[in-house]
């Protein structure tokens, strides 16, 4: 009996020992503690969210989403991350979204015809929330790529930004719209 005592609170030390040093996380308290430390040889990018443009727009913005358009229109500043092998431009915005706990809903690459993921909503503005034309975009290092987000492979140094179209891209610079004849206002 004495035994059995001796071996049930030696059972239950080793329990209160491995709770004490496992440290249990959220699925948030985990993005937010296992972001990559940035060292001289880490390969980084850049990456900004902005809205802006709704700003000349918000008569076309539903009433309840003008709470989501902070008063400059950015969304997330200018910020670094590490660039893994293989990263492309979702997998940036995918960890920055969840680092900075900012709402983002996308399509999977398998559930589209581009085959690629599709960015449906940055903080809860989403496509047409500010009009027939409007949506998220991206363009790394000034240029504005002609295929999606996940199959753009990042090499060290570019600079992402997604921005908020109201006009199919051309409030924001996208020419390729143009050469596909799109039509100027």
């Given amino acids: 009996m004495k035994k059995d005592i001796l071996a049930i609170l030696g059972i239950i ?39 802006d443009t709704i700003l000349d727009n918000l008569d076309a913005l539903d009433d309840n989403l003008r709470e989501f358009v902070p008063p400059d229109g950015v ?66 290092d000034g240029e504005f790529p002609n295929y999606g987000c996940s199959k753009y492979e990042l090499k060290d140094g570019q600079s992402i930004e997604w921005i908020y179209t109201c006009d199919l891209g051309q409030d924001v610079g996208a020419e390729w719209f143009n050469n596909l004849g799109g039509q100027n206002k």
């Fill in 13 to 51: 030390l080793i329990i209160a020992v491995i709770i004490n040093g496992t440290e249990i996380q959220s699925v948030d308290e985990y993005y937010l503690t296992h972001i990559d430390d940035i060292t001289p040889e880490s390969e980084t990018v850049f990456i900004t969210i902005r809205c």
């Fill in 75 to 140: 969304i997330l500043p200018k910020t670094e991350y590490v660039l893994r092998n293989g990263d492309t431009v979702f997998d940036i915005l995918d960890r920055a979204v969840r680092y900075n706990k900012i709402q983002m809903e996308y399509q999977g690459a398998k559930l589209n015809s581009f085959g690629s993921v599709y960015i449906q909503g940055i903080n809860f503005l989403y496509e047409f929330s500010c009009g027939p034309l409007s949506g998220w975009m991206y363009r790394v």
